[in-house]
């Protein structure tokens, strides 16, 4: 079964950054495109960024250029770089396999909370 453990989140201010981590067990992390996405209250999830396993990234227009994805596959992790956080950004983020309907993923982890404010 696969796992995802995400970790970094935080409260930080507006204009502040954070790194998030998800370690994945459970696959062959190497082999899938690799996601973050997140869930504001009262909000649908969206997908935030993806990288696929030759590195290639993609970023939803509201974080380019602000966040940045990354993975060590020797370790089986992925990252998630966010600077010039924005209150809009304040969310629980989750990693999984990358997918254009993130409702056809059954397995999901805690998520980390990310808050922004002053």
């Given amino acids: 079964q696969v796992q995802f453990e ?3 989140g935080s409260q930080v201010q507006p204009g502040g950054s954070l790194r998030l981590s998800c370690v994945v067990s459970g696959t062959i992390f190497s082999f899938y495109p690799m996601a973050w996405y997140r869930q504001a209250p009262g909000k649908p999830r969206e997908l935030v960024a993806s990288i696929r396993s030759d590195l290639q990234t993609d970023y939803a227009d509201s974080v380019k250029g602000r966040f940045s994805i990354s993975r060590t ?3 089986d ?3 998630l770089r966010m600077d010039r956080l924005e209150h809009e950004d304040a969310a629980v983020y989750y990693c999984n396999a990358y997918s254009a309907d ?15 404010s002053s």
Avoid at 104 to 110: A, E, I, N
């Fill in 6 to 8: 995400e970790s970094g």
């Fill in 73 to 75: 596959n020797s370790r």
């Fill in 77 to 79: 992790t992925l990252y």
């Fill in 102 to 116: 993130s409702d056809s993923l059954d397995s999901w982890g805690p998520g980390t909370q990310v808050t922004v």
